[in-house]
């Protein structure tokens, strides 16, 4: 079963890449980048104006949610990179 999935793996890497580049998928891209970067902004403007107070687990999911939105705009940017019109 592995051997399968394995050999079905070459297969899609042996096929070119097809280009993801219509306005729609552009358009959505854009978006999930500025909501994202948004999402993060306003959390760190209400951080700072409750001086980061909070529970030790509110804390941490502020800390990895802002992760995760940081990590997912980087992915979306470096991903438009790959698919521009050269």
Known sequence: MLHLFQAEQQKQNLL???NDSSPLTDLLRSLAIAGNIFFVLWILYNGINENF???NLEKIS????MGLLTVNAFLLI???K???PK
Do not use: D
């Open 82 to 84: 790959k698919t521009a």
């Open 78 to 80: 470096s991903s438009r």
């Open 16 to 18: 070119p890449m097809k």
């Open 62 to 65: 502020y800390v990895l949610l």
């Open 53 to 55: 107070e909070g529970t």
